[in-house]
T-cell receptor, first 112, second 115 residues
Framework: GENVEQHPSTLSVQEGDSAVIKCTYSDSASNYFPWYKQELGKRPQLIIDIRSNVGEKKDQRIAVTLNKTAKHFSLHITETQPEDSAVYFCAASISGGFKTIFGAGTRLFVKA | GAVVSQHPSRVICKSGTSVKIECRSLDFQATTMFWYRQFPKKSLMLMATSNEGSKATYEQGVEKDKFLINHASLTLSTLTVTSAHPEDSSFYIC???????????FGNGTRLTVT
């Protein structure tokens, strides 16, 4: 089955700096890669997603890149702010209702 | 956007009792819902896939007789933790997909404490 690895487990950056979180997946059939942000005690919220027919997607300060050949994808947050502090999960799935497998999560701390 | 409601948000029960958690899709129909378990500071572990009108599909290592899943309608799936034990204490969270290639939407989660 699918296996998603995520690094780093913890990331601490200074406000205004960029943060990069990387994930790899094992199932070459996976074609949908969402990223979720989870604040303490709350539900995961989708922040951005990318499909396998696209190499990069950007939404304001957040961007995601996908390398299908290497089977890895990354989340980039620019101009980080304290409110970006949370746990971020990458995930992989085969679209069409199949199960989504999550990475272990990255705890991001943005220091003011 | 798609909304998933999960109830209760917190529950405390005694060992040996059963607890039912409900997951509802409020503004869309979900033929498939997913149940996850999350330990403190850990990732979301998929427990089972709930299929409307048929049996749930459980992940390896998840006891189907302990975690009973019922998906009787297109908007409701329930997870019943039977004969609860302190090791079952955890954060349980459901999710549903609105269909096609739409993303997962999560419920608010249920924090279960078994004393």
């Amino acid at each position: 089955g699918e296996n998603v690895e995520q690094h780093p487990s913890t990331l601490s950056v200074q406000e205004g700096d960029s943060a990069v979180i990387k994930c790899t997946y094992s199932d070459s059939a996976s074609n949908y890669f969402p990223w979720y942000k989870q604040e303490l005690g709350k539900r995961p919220q989708l922040i951005i997603d990318i499909r396998s027919n696209v190499g990069e997607k950007k939404d304001q300060r957040i961007a995601v890149t996908l390398n299908k050949t290497a089977k890895h994808f990354s989340l980039h947050i620019t101009e980080t702010q304290p409110e970006d502090s949370a746990v971020y999960f990458c995930a992989a799935s085969i679209s069409g209702g199949f199960k989504t497998i999550f990475g272990a999560g990255t705890r991001l701390f943005v220091k003011a | 956007g798609a909304v998933v409601s999960q109830h209760p948000s917190r529950v405390i029960c005694k060992s040996g009792t059963s607890v039912k958690i409900e997951c509802r899709s409020l503004d869309f129909q979900a033929t498939t819902m997913f149940w996850y378990r999350q330990f403190p500071k850990k990732s979301l572990m998929l427990m089972a896939t709930s299929n409307e009108g048929s049996k749930a599909t459980y992940e390896q290592g998840v006891e189907k007789d302990k975690f009973l899943i019922n998906h009787a309608s297109l908007t409701l799936s329930t997870l019943t933790v039977t004969s609860a034990h302190p090791e079952d204490s955890s954060f349980y969270i459901c999710s549903a997909r609105g269909g096609g290639n739409s993303p997962l939407h999560f419920g608010n989660g249920t924090r279960l404490t078994v004393t």
